[in-house]
Each structure stands twice: as structure tokens, then as C-alpha cells.
């Protein structure tokens, strides 16, 4: 009896162990070509690294962009690029050299002419216009509205969107403006369109200006803001408009914690490689 018992329970092992085995053969015959190609093949012809994607992040202005993608670059450990200083920087130059902003000839060979470097450290971003920090000169109401204007050049664009490609094209970048997910970086692997109702965006931009020892009524401000949108979504070349498969992120009632923490858990789902 006890013979047929230990019998028994050794066809039953056997049994199981086979399974076990044909469960195992299924897994390689199904999954290891494809891990062969993913792990072998891909990074040996195409040595890419996968953790270094492009994050888009457009909108308006006060919408929380700057402090908002700036966060998301230092969470990742990726380089920061905030476009919108390029323009505003080429808008002060315009303004120190006296060009109308119709000169368009004028304006263009300005570019020629025109350093604009970019740095990050704990502080911030630094912007270097020929060799000069204005990093808080370019933050003025007055500035804000010129570059709305000069980003509307189409030679200033062209320029500037060629330069931002160059900056990002290995990845590990987070990019914010205004057509990043639709013209500079058309195929990104995360875009952002960030939105707020409008007071809140005053608000903010408010509360910004004020750090910058600039002040402005809310309902000025509101009525700035709302020229701008209306001529950064109706110029000719690269307006602002939404990409059709950028995330909408309402930051009406959300912190900055919070958008930075929903940027990066989204980025996370795109990144291949750990």
C-alpha cells in the first residue's frame, strides 16, 4: 500500500514536472525571438537609447509651463528647453537695436548676428543674450507681448526652430512652448497641451511679475493674455493649436506637484528601458 502511494506520488511529480518543461518551451518558442530582437538585435544595429524620449509640453502662457516642465526635466535627470526665451530674447535685441518690428529684412539679418545660450542650474534657467545674462529682462509684460509679434516672422521661426531641433535631436529633453508637439518635435514620444481657465491664469502670471518687481492690474493682465491667444492661435506659421495626440492637462485646480507627478508617471509608460 504504502508502495502504490509513493508510486503514485511520483507519476503525479513526473507529471507536473513535464507540464512544467512544455510550459517552459511554450514561453521560449513564443517570447525569446522577440526578446532576441528587442535586447540583441535593436541595440546593435540601432544603438539608441530608449530612456533618452522628447517631451512636448505647449499651451498658453500662465498656465504653469516654465516651473511645470523645468520639474519634469529635473525628476527625469533631462535637459530643459524653454523655447519661448529664444523668442523673447530676439524681441529684446530688436528693441535695444530700435528695428520696427515690420522690418522684416532688418529684423532677419539681426539673426545673423545674434548668440542666445541657454544653462541650467539650481536657480533656474539663464538665458545669455550675446554673451549678456537677461534672463529676468526678458520677463516683462512689455517683452512678453514683443515676442508674440517676432515669433509671428517667419525667418525668425524658421531660425529658431532649426536651433531648438538641433538642441533636442538626442533626446533626454523636455521641450515647452507653444508648437513644440505639432512643428518642432511632430513626433515625440509624450505631448503635453497645457491649459487653466483664465483667471487663474492671470493669476499666476500675476504672481510671477510680481517676483520680477513688475506690477499690473489682474484685469490688464487678462486683457493681454487674451490678445496673445488670439494672436499665437491665428498666426500664419506654426500657431498655437493642440497636437491631436497630445494629453490636455487642465491645471486650473491642480499644483505644481501634481502636474509634474502626472508628466512623469505618463513619461514613464513611454520609456522601453529602465
Known amino acids: ?20 518543461i512544455r510550459l517552459f518551451q511554450r514561453f521560449l518558442y513564443a ?7 528587442f535586447y540583441i538585435f535593436v541595440p546593435v544595429f540601432f544603438p539608441i537609447d530608449l530612456n533618452n524620449i522628447v517631451i512636448a509640453i ?5 498656465v504653469g509651463k516654465s516651473t511645470t516642465a523645468r520639474r519634469v526635466a529635473e525628476a527625469l535627470q533631462y535637459r530643459y528647453l524653454d523655447t519661448g526665451a529664444m523668442y523673447r530674447a530676439i524681441a529684446l535685441k530688436v528693441i535695444h537695436e530700435k528695428v520696427s518690428f515690420t522690418e ?27 554673451g549678456k545674462e537677461v534672463t529676468q529682462e526678458i520677463r516683462t509684460p512689455e517683452i512678453s507681448q514683443a515676442a508674440s509679434i517676432i515669433s509671428a516672422v517667419p525667418t525668425v521661426r524658421a531660425k529658431l526652430v532649426e536651433e531648438q531641433q538641433r538642441l533636442g535631436k538626442d533626446g533626454g529633453v523636455v521641450v515647452e512652448g507653444r508648437d513644440i508637439g505639432t512643428v518642432v518635435y511632430p513626433h515625440a514620444a509624450l505631448k503635453i497641451f497645457m491649459t487653466a481657465s483664465a483667471m487663474h491664469r492671470a493669476e499666476r502670471r500675476k504672481s510671477e ?13 487678462m486683457e493681454q ?6 494672436r499665437d492661435s491665428t498666426r500664419e506659421h506654426s500657431p498655437l493649436t493642440k497636437a491631436d495626440d497630445a494629453i490636455t492637462l487642465d491645471t ?6 501634481e502636474q509634474v507627478s502626472f508628466i512623469v508617471n ?4 513611454r520609456i522601453i528601458l529602465s
Open 1 to 20: 500500500m504504502a508502495n502504490a502511494e509513493a508510486q503514485h506520488i511520483f507519476y503525479e511529480y513526473e507529471y507536473e514536472k513535464q507540464c512544467g
Open 31 to 37: 517570447y525569446f525571438p522577440k526578446l532576441l530582437f
Open 58 to 62: 505647449d499651451g498658453p502662457s500662465g
Open 104 to 130: 522684416i529684412e532688418k529684423i532677419t539679418a539681426l539673426l545673423a548676428t545674434t548668440a542666445i545660450e541657454l544653462s541650467c542650474d539650481n536657480d533656474g534657467m539663464h538665458l545669455f543674450l550675446d
Open 209 to 221: 511679475l510680481q517676483s520680477a518687481e513688475s506690477s499690473i492690474p489682474l484685469n490688464k493682465l
Open 225 to 230: 493674455m487674451k490678445e496673445r491667444d488670439e
Open 252 to 257: 486650473s485646480d491642480m499644483t505644481i506637484e
Open 266 to 269: 505618463e513619461a514613464k509608460k
